[in-house]
């Protein structure tokens, strides 16, 4: 990646760079494609309204935005974090979840 993209003229960090700024290498593509693939229909289905929450989100909202139950939601979640594509922290005494690269999350 060139790195004169992530600084600004005063060489701080750019806070506002934008994932079509930067060249994604091709392995980090193939592995994050490989990783989709093999998940289930359901759960490809429900990253779509995850992602458009944002990067992170909870099982309420995210139970609110999909037509699926919430024991095939939490299924679904499970499935998606067994397969590193998003990660589970607890915030406040509420369970969040985050993807795991935003690469991912453009998807």
Same mark, same amino acid.
Do not use: C, Y
């Given at each position: 990646? !060139? *790195?004169?993209?992530? @600084? !600004?003229?005063?060489?701080? @960090?750019?806070? !506002?760079?934008?994932?079509?700024?930067?060249?994604?290498? *091709?392995?980090?593509?193939?592995?994050?494609?490989?990783?989709?693939?093999? %998940?289930?229909? *359901?759960?490809? $289905?429900?990253?779509?309204?995850?992602?458009?929450?944002?990067?992170? @989100?909870? @099982? $309420? %909202?995210?139970?609110?935005?999909?037509?699926? !139950?919430?024991?095939?939601? %939490?299924?679904?979640?499970? $499935?998606?974090?067994?397969?590193?594509?998003?990660?589970?922290s607890t915030q406040q005494g509420e369970t969040?979840? *985050?993807?795991?690269? $935003? %690469?991912?999350?453009?998807?």
């Open positions: 990646m !060139d *790195q004169a993209k992530l @600084f !600004d003229t005063n060489g701080q @960090f750019r806070r !506002d760079l934008t994932i079509s700024e930067v060249e994604i290498p *091709q392995s980090l593509r193939l592995i994050i494609g490989r990783r989709l693939a093999h %998940l289930s229909a *359901q759960t490809t $289905e429900v990253l779509g309204p995850a992602a458009v929450i944002g990067r992170s @989100f909870g @099982f $309420e %909202l995210l139970e609110a935005a999909t037509p699926i !139950d919430a024991e095939s939601l %939490l299924d679904s979640v499970e $499935e998606a974090e067994r397969a590193g594509i998003i990660l589970a969040r979840f *985050q993807f795991a690269h $935003e %690469l991912v999350r453009k998807r």
